[in-house]
Each structure stands twice: as C-alpha cells, then as structure tokens.
C-alpha cells in the first residue's frame, strides 16, 4: 500500500506544485505569462490525454509492469523538469511527467483491488484523506523547497524532490507488488483513437492558454473551432469500434445515462474551478502582494488543512449522507469564496494574506467533503461492466477539467490585471469561481442519491 501511495502521491504532488512556484521559474528562465499557465496546464493536458489509454495498456500488457515503465519514466521527466535550461524544455519535460503519470495512477486501483480483495473498500477509505490533503499540499510543499533553496537548487528542488519518493515506490513496488496476468491479453489498442483524442484536446486548450498573450491572432481562433470536429470525428471513430466488435478506447455507451453525463459535466466544472482559482492565488498573493514562495504557501495552508479535515468528513459520511454530501461540500465552497470576494472588496490596498485564512479554510473543508465521494457517486447508477471504462473516463475529465480552469482563470486574471490591478483581477475571478460553483451545485442534484 505505502508503494503504491507513494507512485499516486508523486502525481497528486506534482499536479499542484507548479501553482506557488511559476513566478520564481519564469524569473530564472524568463518566458510569458502564459509560460506560468503552461507549467500547469501542460501537465493536466497530457494526463487527460494518456488516461485514456493508460488505464488500457495495464489490461493488455499487467498492472505492476505498467506501473513500474511509469514510475521509471516519471522519474527521468522530473529530473528533465529539475535540469531544465529554458521555459520551452521545461514544459516538454512537464509534458512528459504527465504521460508517464497517465500510466502510473491508472493501475493503482487494479492492483489495490488486487491486494486486499474483499477488504478493498477499507483500503479505499484509507486513500481517500491522502488523496485530499496531498492534492492541496502541493503548493505548501512547493513554497517551502523554493524558499529552502537546498544545495542552491531553488525552484528545481519541487522536481527533483520526486527522485527519493519515486525510488522507494519502485523498489518496494517491484518486490511486493502482484503481478497477475493481464486481463485483456492480445486486445489491440485504438491508436487512431488515441491520436484523435490528443489532437483535438491539444487544439482545445493551446489557444485559451497562448491567446490572449499574443493577443489571439487568427490561428489561435481557427485551432480553437477546429477542435470541435476533430474531436467529433474522435467520437465517431469509437461509436464505429463499438458497433464492429472492437475495443474501443472510451466505452461511450455510459454517456446514455443522464447520471453520467452529468456527473462528466460536474467533474469538468469542479475541477477546472478549484485548480484555476488555486493557481490565480498563489499567482496573486506573490506578483500582486509580493510575497516570497514561502510566505504564500504559509498563507495558503489554512486551504490545505480544510481540505484534510472536509476528506476525513467525506469519508466518514459519505454511506450515511450520498449526494447530500456533495452539495454540502459545495454550499461550504460557495460561503468561503464569498468570504474571500468580502475580505478582497473590504480591505483593498491594505490586504494582508492572513485576511484571507478563515475564508481559505472554509472551502478547503468543502472541497475536501467532495474529493472522496464522488467518483463512487458518479458511476453509482451504472452496470458493473461500464464501472472501470467510466471511471477512468471520469480521472481523464478532471485532468481536462485543471487544464480548462488554468487556461480560463488563468487568462482572465492577467487580462484585468493588465488594465485594473491585480486585486482586481483576483476578485473577478473569485466571482467567476463562484458561478462555477453555483453550475456544479445545480447539476449535483442530476446524480445518483448514493454511492456505488
């Protein structure tokens, strides 16, 4: 179990660690605003790419081989990202440790499912509170090794601390881990699928993230349209595999259920809400209130402590409540950006980062309560054979979801900030962040009653 958490917590980490450290990266290598959104988005974008397929790879070839390639090649990208020379080599270098992420996580819950067999659920419940805190600790981590500065690394240090963990995931993993045969032998993979996926999720998010820096040229506009077709032949090309007998890459028989769809579109919302408006304020509180990486990542931790606390609660009521706890999770949310949007409306100019910690922790716990739950409520109205298709459809919307919300919130912060100031930029997005959250409460109420 510790090997496995280990592999996930490199991934949780690293999916986060970009958001405190960006303006200390672009301050050594230089580059864009945009440059501080791809940091983050680039790896989001490949983990929604490579879930598709990763979770197939570990069908066809073993669990604990795939996991081990992804463990080794995530290691190599983190030492890319730690040796990286220039803006454009670190963000392929990201690129890369989301590919490799997308190979690793998949094969964590196939292979807890193999360890502990009818006391699954318990190891589940186990996960769920790390799952939480690890997700948002990702920029307190990351405050503290920039400010540490250890050995003189600076900010390479958030990526080259993956070296120790991932080593001991891939000793311990490869000794202790089961290695049972694969369950779909001999099945071919879509490529074509695969490839159509990528493309028309690259030409989605590379306009929202590099338009408004070079002021969206028609380029940016034209990739943007041409990724509905794109992405439209991508469905039609698995609606095809289906009716053939094939193995399609995406079972998309699960999108009948309004449940489902629903639950796509919540998780699409939530996630792109929580991880653009994580990234605008740690942005915010170090270019708009000069604070150093350490002192924000102090001023966000009351985030990171609700959000341990609201997992802990999610998991415990999670039986007891269902959905209810989905939309006391967000009600929760919705009070903390509310607090937020009062304290930046109040204080203005004299605007201290510690105003911002009862608010802070007060979504935190909302946005914990939710974490846990809601892939288990998500697919609770689908047949057993739909459940592993869908919920690895469900991780590769979340990862889209980020790199949507970084590209969105992201981009609107420096727009405002460019023409009204930071604080006011930040504020706009905090109302933005709460309409999101407003979508999301609404289509809670579209899910099953219960988790699966």
Not at 328 to 343: Q, R, S
């Amino acid at each position: 179990m510790f090997a496995i958490l280990s592999a996930d917590l490199l991934n949780l980490l690293d999916g986060t660690v970009g958001n405190v450290a960006a303006p200390a990266i672009r301050a050594d290598l230089g580059g864009s605003t945009a440059t501080m959104q791809w940091i983050v988005a680039g790896y989001t974008l490949a983990m929604a790419v490579g879930l598709l397929t990763g979770g197939r790879l570990g069908d066809m070839f073993g669990r604990k081989r795939m996991m081990m390639i992804g463990i080794v090649g995530f290691l190599a990208a983190s030492l890319a990202c730690g040796l990286a020379f220039s803006p454009e080599s670190l963000i392929a270098a990201r690129v890369l440790q989301g590919g490799f992420g997308a190979l690793m996580v998949p094969q964590s819950f196939g292979l807890i499912r193999d360890l502990f067999g009818d006391s699954t659920g318990k190891a589940f419940a186990a996960l769920g509170p790390v799952i939480g805190l690890a997700t948002i600790l990702g920029p307190v981590v990351s405050g503290l090794l920039v400010e540490a500065d250890l050995f003189g690394t600076g900010w390479r240090a958030i990526f080259l601390i993956n070296v120790p963990l991932g080593a001991f995931a891939l000793a311990v993993g490869w000794k202790v881990l089961p290695a049972k045969p694969p369950t779909a032998r001999g099945t071919r993979l879509d490529v074509t699928g695969a490839l159509l996926a990528a493309a028309g999720l690259t030409m989605l998010v590379v306009p929202l993230v590099q338009g408004h820096e070079l002021g969206w040229p028609t380029w940016t506009l034209v990739m943007l349209a041409a990724s509905l077709p794109v992405l439209a032949a991508f469905t039609l090309h698995q609606l095809r595999r289906s009716r053939t007998g094939r193995a399609p890459l995406v079972e998309l028989s699960v999108f009948g259920k309004r449940s489902y769809a629903s639950g796509v579109a919540f998780v699409v919302a939530f996630f792109g809400a929580i991880t653009g408006f994580s990234l605008v304020v740690a942005l915010f509180l170090q270019i708009g209130l000069k604070y150093s990486p350490l002192e924000a990542s102090v001023a966000m931790i009351g985030w990171a402590v609700g959000a341990f606390i609201g997992s802990a609660v999610g998991g415990t009521l999670m039986n007891r409540l269902g959905r209810n706890l989905l939309h006391i999770g967000l009600a929760l949310m919705t009070a903390g950006l509310a607090g937020l949007y009062a304290v930046f409306a109040i204080t203005g100019a004299t605007l201290n980062g510690w105003d911002l910690t009862p608010a802070l922790v007060v979504y935190g716990i909302g946005m914990g309560m939710i974490f846990v739950p809601l892939f288990d409520i998500i697919v609770g109205g689908l047949r057993d054979h739909e459940v592993g298709s869908a919920s690895g459809l469900l991780s590769a919307f979340q990862q889209l979801g980020a790199s949507l919300g970084v590209a969105a919130l992201g981009t609107l912060f420096f727009s405002v900030a460019g023409a009204q100031g930071f604080l006011d930029a930040v504020t706009q997005v905090t109302l933005v962040a709460i309409v999101l959250t407003a979508i999301t409460f609404g289509l809670g109420f579209l899910l099953p009653n219960r988790a699966r």
